[in-house]
């Protein structure tokens, strides 16, 4: 007797634990009796008939990933792999048909990527391919979440991690792109020698600018000694001709110039003219460039009104 109750004891308390069921947070669970479906468990602590019911499936709600890698043609005929990330979840009001509608949820989400993938990116070369991956994502997306919601499953998200084309593609497209950086690289070097010469030519232009403003100060400067020179000797001396002054003067400047001259010790030789008559040629050049400066100097002037 004491046998028999110990079993029954054993038999009740093994029928205890096998009727108890702790789901957790997240998940949904299937249950079954006798083979046919009886009700979708929520998480907590729940209870079944042994033997009598069974856990058919224990559905994660959570959201999943699912990656894909796609082979497809471009508009321009070239062949890129994509890889495909789907992040999707079940449904929690549509448990029964995310389990007894699809018997391989995960191979019939990626047929659909396939198909979907492979009808977009036709459409585009493959230069849009890669600026427009996002635009491609949003598409399958949407088009998937039409076809798999009536199965229970939502489509979260859908990305393009990945774009990889013919190793022979992606050569030429390097070899596109480093010609196109040199162009570029030349040009902006051109652009910089061109501004180079440009500075250069400017400088110089005003270099000679200043120099000939120099110059005509520096006669009119001369024009005004001799002036003065040549208003003390007819002061001191009125019987001589101007022009015997002039002579005088240019004579004691040509002998100042060669005195400059000598003194500088990096000049070896100087060509100069061996007679004094020589002084009536520097007389007329001087003349000459007196009056030239005069009319650069005239021109300056109404340039500065």
């Given at each position: 007797m004491i046998y028999f109750n110990f079993v029954l004891y054993t038999l009740a308390i093994f029928l205890l634990i096998k009727s108890i069921m702790i789901i957790p947070e997240r998940q949904s669970w299937v249950i079954q009796r006798l083979g046919k479906f009886n009700r979708i468990s929520l998480p907590g602590l729940k209870f079944k008939i042994p033997f009598i019911e069974t856990i058919a499936?224990?559905?994660?709600?959570?959201?999943?990933?699912?990656?894909?890698?796609?082979?497809?043609?471009?508009?321009d005929d070239v062949f890129v792999i994509l890889k495909i990330s789907v992040q999707y979840r079940i449904i929690s009001e549509k448990v029964f048909e995310a389990f007894?509608?699809?018997?391989?949820?995960?191979g019939q989400i990626a047929s659909y990527i396939f198909d979907e993938v492979r009808a977009e990116v036709p459409k585009l070369g493959l230069d849009d391919v890669f600026g427009k991956k996002?635009?491609?994502?949003?598409?399958?997306?949407?088009?998937?979440?039409?076809?798999?919601?009536?199965?229970?499953y939502k489509i979260v998200k859908t990305l393009i991690t990945d774009i990889n084309p013919d190793e022979l593609v992606k050569a030429s497209m390097n070899k596109i792109n480093a010609a196109t950086r040199d162009k570029e690289a030349a040009f902006q070097e051109a652009e910089g020698e061109k501004i180079r010469i440009v500075k250069r030519a400017e400088a110089e232009a005003d270099s000679k600018r200043?120099?000939?403003e120099g110059i005509a100060a520096q006669r009119l400067e001369i024009v005004r000694g001799f002036k003065?020179?040549?208003?003390?000797?007819?002061k001191a001396l009125q019987d001589v001709d101007p022009q015997e002054i002039m002579q005088f003067v240019l004579m004691t400047q040509y002998f100042d110039t060669l005195t400059a001259i000598g003194a500088n010790e990096n000049n070896n030789t100087v060509m100069v003219p061996h007679t004094p008559g020589g002084m009536k040629d520097f007389q007329q050049q001087i003349i000459e460039g007196t009056f030239v400066g005069k009319e650069l100097a005239k021109h300056q002037k109404k340039s500065n009104k």
């Open positions: 499936s224990k559905e994660n709600l959570r959201i999943q990933q699912l990656d894909v890698d796609v082979e497809t043609k471009t508009l007894y509608e699809l018997d391989d949820p995960h996002d635009d491609v994502a949003m598409a399958v997306r949407e088009n998937i979440s039409q076809q798999m919601e009536q199965y229970g200043l120099s000939g003065e020179s040549v208003e003390d000797f007819q």
